[in-house]
């Protein structure tokens, strides 16, 4: 979630923004400060099949809080969530976080509307100056997507290692494995002038899809813009604004 | 300097914050990682690193052998501590360890926590003072049950095909002191066996008495036997093929052992005693037992009905009628001696044993198992040695069955610098030789039909990076299993672990085996022998965040082929290790996601269980599988596990067949022990 990481090809794992509490909540402790972002996606320039979100991240010392709220669809089909999330350092390096939140799945008129939990449970540690790991285990307990439901979301594990070659430039390898999917392997890469400007590349396997994108950050506000591109679906651009305070 | 300073930080650590099972479970997870099976039995192996723990070994006063035993160190190491002794004088301190040119830094951790450095000092040989010591004795019960929440087809309520319950239970009481006695209990119910009315299914005993004079063992009851190169006699673990311990092809032997574990038919039962005299030691043992197996009765001229058995059965259960009529259905008898002779660097040694079965082993003999054993008696002799002749080890066991089939090994390793260990070791087995206690290091699992060349090397390519890897050419002479023609195959294992810093290790391993099977067509008349081959990568990334906790990230990717047909298998797991700062509770916790497409691309991953049970899972098909294991140790003579384990799979409704069945796409364990020492 984020266009900041959907332009370095959804490698989300080790972004400490507001975004962790959608994309790995123990992130959220690795920053200082406070944060509020939103977020609109498109996907494929369908205007039906869009995702706003809004997230907020509140951290203190050693401790972090995060909500989340993301609304995708139309009218016929309409799937909210909203979340909350703890995170906690362990250690000057390492952290844990958790997820809590409730999904409201709504199938145009006829078709009811259904609830259910949703959680994950992630880690991030700074190996060392360079390097960085983190994991996340999205609805480890399979939940159904209704009571009478035979489908269930599926337990998505991800992992993923962050390198640091310098100040202005990383670069991220992940790995995602959904049970009722094939491997899928990220790979982002960013590059951040001094000026505030910052330049992303994306790439994504199982289907193959590219990203780019470009954020710019000023003083406390922040505007991220993003594209994916999928080849035979084609293009999905994404925008997002940070505001941060506190840090 | 830093190494000095690194060495001194680690060894305190170790020996304070962790438990003593916590370090042995590592030792035995870097040696068994590779290992592949539902339940490995390591309980021995597990003992042997209990006992070096609480009786260290002297460095400046240790048998070589001892040391070897715990198979951490190859035999360069461990002469280049010797050498270091005989040229710098006796060890002042384990840390010592650090400056022993040869040893590396790695190597002295791993066997620090099992060794001492003390003044050499002559143990009082009267009975005044073993009755003294005998108060230090070390007491150790446990008690562990588990079961398998979902209901199996075998225990229906309306029509059960098993007469007890679900439950596996497991008691065992040793009381030791070291060179002195070992006497211990072990009971054991398996699942579905019945307990009301019986108890335990399965019940072992031993009582060993060590140092009477020239007596240096007896052992009475239950007991192992293990010589040589393991080519003639050795009961019990051996070594596979693994990359992780690629130069481990040499056997260090421990002779006559009590036997604890719960393998209800390998182990020998009777007498045994050990003697020493000078350089010479002599072995003599006699078990009688009687063992499962598949029994038929068949007619003969003069009207009467001759038993004979087909198959020795090993799976140890006896849940309903059919199970229980194989029950101890033969006897078996073994008697045998062997005689070593040990110098300081060269030992030698010939065992003979004789093997009497009550009935008839009759086989259903195929053309490929023509040449396996098939009476009911067996007499092998063998004759074994191993050297050091400065930087290079020589060892090899020759052995011949009654019927004159033959086998032989014969192994070298050369030290060519301290950074480089090289190893080859050949093996040729006829498809006549006949020795159901055989367990040399083979391709195979019974040690017949088979000759092949094994090259291992060991290379610190950097201070951080190790590679290490194997390559193993082999050929079946005679048919084998599944193999309808003489056959060949070959293996290569290549691994690179580099060291980040000391708390942060990636792994790299990569496998490779091709081999002939049978094709799998049905429609030919006569069967043709196809390529196969397996491909297996690992990576893994260990951390120690710090002394609390500590994650590992593990990919592991399998292909497989045969006969143009392509599977693959991949697996994702994710371990979260915590230890409380006092020590007393610590939790382990794994998820991981695997999808495999067929049986054949399975994905095999050491899993962490309660002290002395150890395993190495498939995980096939698509699905889930998370365990936490908890430990908590209130006080220093109890300590609690429990393990819950959950497999959930979404390409199947149900797991199992037959009696196994469970009519649900999951499966949940849950194991609880109690252990209490004083």
């Known amino acids: 979630m984020g266009s900041r990481a959907n332009g370095m090809g959804g490698s989300a794992l080790l972004e400490t923004n507001a975004w962790a509490s959608f994309n790995n909540p123990a992130a959220l402790a690795m920053d200082t400060g406070n944060q509020i972002a939103g977020n609109y996606a498109n996907s494929y320039l369908l205007p039906e099949i869009g995702t706003s979100a809004l997230a907020a991240k509140f951290s203190s010392g050693t401790r972090a809080f995060g909500i989340g709220l993301s609304s995708f669809g139309y009218s016929e089909f309409r799937s909210n969530t909203l979340q909350a999330s703890y995170a906690m350092k362990l250690d000057e390096h390492f952290s844990m976080g958790v997820n809590l939140g409730l999904r409201y799945l709504q199938l145009g008129d006829i078709y009811g509307q259904s609830f259910s939990p949703t959680a994950s449970l992630g880690m991030m540690i700074y190996i060392n100056e360079e390097l960085s790991f983190a994991a996340l285990l999205k609805d480890p307990f399979n939940f159904k997507i209704d009571e009478a439901a035979i489908d269930r979301y599926p337990v998505l594990l991800r992992s993923g290692l962050r390198y640091q070659f310098s100040d202005d430039i990383f670069t991220n390898l992940e790995l995602e494995k959904a049970l009722d999917k094939d491997l899928r392997i990220r790979g982002g890469f960013q590059y951040a002038h001094p000026n505030g400007f910052s330049f992303r590349l994306g790439l994504i396997t199982q289907p193959f899809e590219y990203s780019l994108g470009a954020g710019y950050l000023k003083n406390r506000f922040g505007v991220d813009l993003s594209y994916s591109y999928h080849p035979l679906l084609g293009f999905s651009p994404q925008l997002g604004f940070l505001w941060n305070w506190g840090s | 300097m830093r190494k000095l300073l690194l060495f001194l930080f680690l060894i305190p650590g170790i020996s304070s914050a962790q438990e003593a099972e916590q370090i042995i479970e590592e030792r035995i997870e870097w040696i068994s990682q590779e290992l592949e099976g539902e339940e490995l039995d390591l309980t021995t192996l597990t003992e042997l690193y209990q006992e070096f723990y609480i009786n260290k070994l002297n460095l400046n006063d240790f048998d070589k052998d001892q040391l070897a035993q715990l198979y951490l160190l190859s035999p360069d190491e461990i002469r280049a501590i010797i050498w270091h002794r005989i040229n710098y004088g006796d060890f002042e301190s384990v840390y010592e360890l650090k400056a022993v040119n040869g040893l590396s830094l790695e190597k002295a951790i791993l066997i620090a926590p099992f060794v001492t450095a003390s003044p050499r000092e002559a143990k009082p040989d009267s009975w005044k003072y073993r009755l003294k010591s005998a108060k230090y004795a070390r007491h150790q019960l446990i008690l562990r049950g588990q079961r398998i929440l979902e209901p199996k087809a075998g225990y229906d309520f309306l029509d059960p095909k098993y007469e007890g319950d679900p439950n596996r239970l497991y008691a065992r009481y040793r009381l030791r002191k070291s060179d002195l006695f070992s006497f211990g209990v072990t009971a054991e119910k398996d699942p579905g066996e019945r307990f009301e009315g019986r108890g335990f299914d399965f019940y072992s005993a031993h009582l060993m008495l060590e140092n009477i004079g020239p007596m240096k063992r007896l052992i009475v009851g239950d007991y192992q036997a293990q010589f040589g190169q393991a080519l003639t006699m050795w009961t019990g673990f051996g070594f596979r093929k693994s990359p992780m311990q690629v130069l481990q092809t040499q056997r260090y032997a421990r002779g006559l052992l009590p036997y604890t574990s719960t393998d209800e038919n390998n182990f020998l039962r009777g007498v045994a005693a050990q003697f020493e005299w000078k350089q010479f030691n002599l072995h003599a043992f006699y078990s009688k037992k009687r063992i499962d197996a598949n029994v038929n009765l068949s007619d003969t001229l003069a009207d009467e009905q001759v038993q004979t058995f087909s198959s020795i059965q090993s799976s140890g259960f006896h849940r309903n009628l059919s199970e229980r009529e194989d029950k101890d259905a033969i006897e078996e008898e073994i008697v045998g001696a062997v005689i070593e002779y040990k110098l300081q660097s060269t030992e030698i040694g010939v065992v003979n044993y004789m093997t009497r079965y009550s009935s008839?082993?009759?086989?259903?003999?195929?053309?490929?198992?023509?040449?396996?054993?098939?009476?009911?008696?067996?007499?092998?002799?063998?004759?074994?040695?191993?050297?050091?002749?400065?930087?290079?080890?020589?060892?090899?066991?020759?052995?011949?069955?009654?019927?004159?089939?033959?086998?032989?090994?014969?192994?070298?390793?050369?030290?060519?610098?301290?950074?480089?260990?090289?190893?080859?070791?050949?093996?040729?087995?006829?498809?006549?030789?006949?020795?159901?206690?055989?367990?040399?290091?083979?391709?195979?699992?019974?040690?017949?039909?088979?000759?092949?060349?094994?090259?291992?090397?060991?290379?610190?390519?950097?201070?951080?990076?190790?590679?290490?890897?194997?390559?193993?050419?082999?050929?079946?002479?005679?048919?084998?299993?599944?193999?309808?023609?003489?056959?060949?195959?070959?293996?290569?294992?290549?691994?690179?672990?580099?060291?980040?810093?000391?708390?942060?290790?990636?792994?790299?391993?990569?496998?490779?085996?091709?081999?002939?099977?049978?094709?799998?067509?049905?429609?030919?008349?006569?069967?043709?022998?196809?390529?196969?081959?397996?491909?297996?990568?690992?990576?893994?990334?260990?951390?120690?965040?710090?002394?609390?906790?500590?994650?590992?990230?593990?990919?592991?990717?399998?292909?497989?082929?045969?006969?143009?047909?392509?599977?693959?298998?991949?697996?994702?797991?994710?371990?979260?290790?915590?230890?409380?700062?006092?020590?007393?509770?610590?939790?382990?916790?794994?998820?991981?996601?695997?999808?495999?497409?067929?049986?054949?691309?399975?994905?095999?991953?050491?899993?962490?269980?309660?002290?002395?049970?150890?395993?190495?899972?498939?995980?096939?098909?698509?699905?889930?599988?998370?365990?936490?294991?908890?430990?908590?140790?209130?006080?220093?003579?109890?300590?609690?596990?429990?393990?819950?384990?959950?497999?959930?799979?979404?390409?199947?409704?149900?797991?199992?067949s037959g009696n196994e069945l469970i009519d649900a796409p999951h499966r949940t364990e849950v194991k609880s022990q109690l252990i209490f020492t004083f």
């Open chain 2, 360 to 656: 008839n082993f009759q086989r259903n003999l195929s053309l490929y198992n023509q040449f396996e054993f098939d009476s009911s008696f067996n007499f092998v002799s063998g004759i074994y040695y191993r050297s050091q002749l400065g930087s290079v080890g020589l060892y090899g066991e020759a052995s011949r069955s009654i019927n004159g089939g033959l086998a032989a090994l014969q192994g070298f390793s050369i030290l060519f610098h301290e950074r480089l260990k090289f190893n080859a070791y050949h093996r040729h087995f006829q498809p006549n030789y006949q020795n159901l206690l055989s367990n040399a290091l083979s391709e195979k699992s019974r040690i017949t039909n088979e000759s092949g060349t094994y090259f291992s090397l060991e290379f610190q390519v950097l201070s951080k990076l190790k590679m290490q890897g194997f390559a193993d050419f082999y050929r079946f002479p005679w048919l084998s299993y599944r193999i309808d023609a003489p056959s060949r195959g070959q293996e290569y294992s290549l691994m690179l672990q580099y060291n980040f810093s000391r708390s942060v290790q990636l792994l790299a391993l990569y496998r490779f085996e091709d081999k002939l099977e049978n094709s799998s067509s049905q429609q030919e008349a006569v069967r043709t022998v196809v390529n196969k081959s397996l491909q297996q990568i690992r990576l893994q990334l260990d951390v120690k965040v710090n002394r609390q906790w500590s994650l590992r990230n593990r990919v592991a990717i399998r292909d497989y082929q045969k006969e143009g047909l392509r599977s693959q298998g991949f697996g994702l797991f994710q371990d979260l290790y915590y230890s409380s700062p006092s020590g007393r509770w610590s939790a382990k916790f794994r998820y991981a996601v695997f999808q495999t497409d067929s049986y054949d691309a399975r994905i095999y991953a050491y899993e962490h269980d309660l002290l002395y049970q150890f395993s190495v899972p498939a995980y096939d098909g698509q699905g889930f599988k998370a365990y936490l294991l908890l430990r908590w140790k209130p006080t220093d003579f109890l300590r609690w596990e429990m393990r819950i384990s959950r497999l959930e799979r979404r390409d199947v409704d149900q797991l199992g």
